[in-house]
């Protein structure tokens, strides 16, 4: 592996030191990972966050030691990190993902300069600038990360979407939290429970003497005022009245999928206008 080892810029005299791991620094454990990534010789190799726990310094060698082995050994790297900036100096393509499922792709340029997906346009708003006279609008997304085990209908980004709309994929029980928000805030004194009833459904029930035409107005005007707030209430697609209560219908949704938009460059978000002509999907 001596070959390896000088290649990932350790010295044949400290070999001795791959028998004592814990005696490396973090710096020379990353070389040490890469030498033993050389033996075999190989044309493609996966960097999951190679430099994510190194000081800034021993980050740039680590680096400039990985391109300087693409060009000396023609390797191709698929480069995983949650750094975009870091990407975008490093990779000739980008794709994006989010809950384990790519949202945008395509070359660098495409990806940073003419970003479409609402999570892409967030991650580079809060990529730091160098020029202080740079004074970027950032978008600071809300909430966590839903569960990768419980992953949300429609649109997985939905959620913590600030661009979120009708079809994104609202559920009932985003809908029935928003109401019940609205409930606890005295916005709706009519209303006397809320209920799921089904995926697609929120069952409500009426105070006693009021009438249900009063109340369904009543979370009409509501609903109208607060949707821009409270984007949840956007995937209500119809208020009425049944029998002594009020049924809430939801919006229909669909996941997206996606659409190239020009060579090489696709992107997942039903805000995205495909081009006239016929365009295939991409498979992630």
Not at 66 to 81: A, H, V, W
Not at 147 to 156: E, L, M
Not at 224 to 246: Q, T, V
Request: charged fraction near 25%; aromatic fraction near 4%; proline fraction near 8%.
């Amino acid at each position: 592996m001596s070959r390896s080892l000088e290649d990932a810029g350790l010295r044949p005299a400290e070999e001795f030191v791959l028998r004592f791991p814990h005696e490396l620094s973090g710096g020379q454990r990353q070389r040490v990972s890469i030498a033993a990534a050389l033996a075999l010789e190989p044309d493609f190799i996966v960097a999951d966050e190679p430099v994510s726990m190194l000081d800034v310094s021993i980050r740039t060698e680590i680096l400039q030691l990985m391109m300087d082995l693409r060009e000396k050994r023609g390797l191709t790297y698929l480069f995983i990190t949650h750094d975009l900036s870091l990407a975008w100096i490093l990779a000739d393509r980008l794709a994006v993902m989010y809950l384990g499922k790519i949202v945008e792709q395509g070359t660098a340029e495409q990806v940073i300069s003419r970003p479409k997906h609402p999570y892409t346009q967030a991650l580079i708003s809060v990529v730091p600038s160098p020029d202080p006279r740079h004074l970027a609008k950032r978008t600071i997304l809300k909430g966590e990360r839903p569960d990768a085990v419980n992953i949300p209908s429609g649109c997985r980004f939905h959620p913590r979407c600030p661009l979120a709309f009708e079809k994104c994929g609202w559920s009932a029980d985003e809908v029935a939290d928003e109401l019940r928000s609205l409930s606890a805030g005295g916005l709706l004194p009519e209303i006397a429970g809320i209920q799921v009833q089904n995926p697609g459904t929120v069952a409500i029930g009426i105070v006693p003497g009021m009438t249900p035409g009063s109340a369904a107005a009543n979370l009409r005007r509501v609903a109208s005022e607060n949707r821009d707030s409270r984007l949840a209430l956007k995937g209500i697609a119809d208020i009425r009245e049944n029998g002594d209560a009020i049924r809430v219908t939801l919006q229909a949704w669909e996941e997206p999928v996606l659409v190239e938009l020009e060579p090489g460059n696709a992107v997942a978000c039903h805000l995205v206008t495909p081009p006239a002509e016929s365009v295939p999907t991409v498979t992630a």
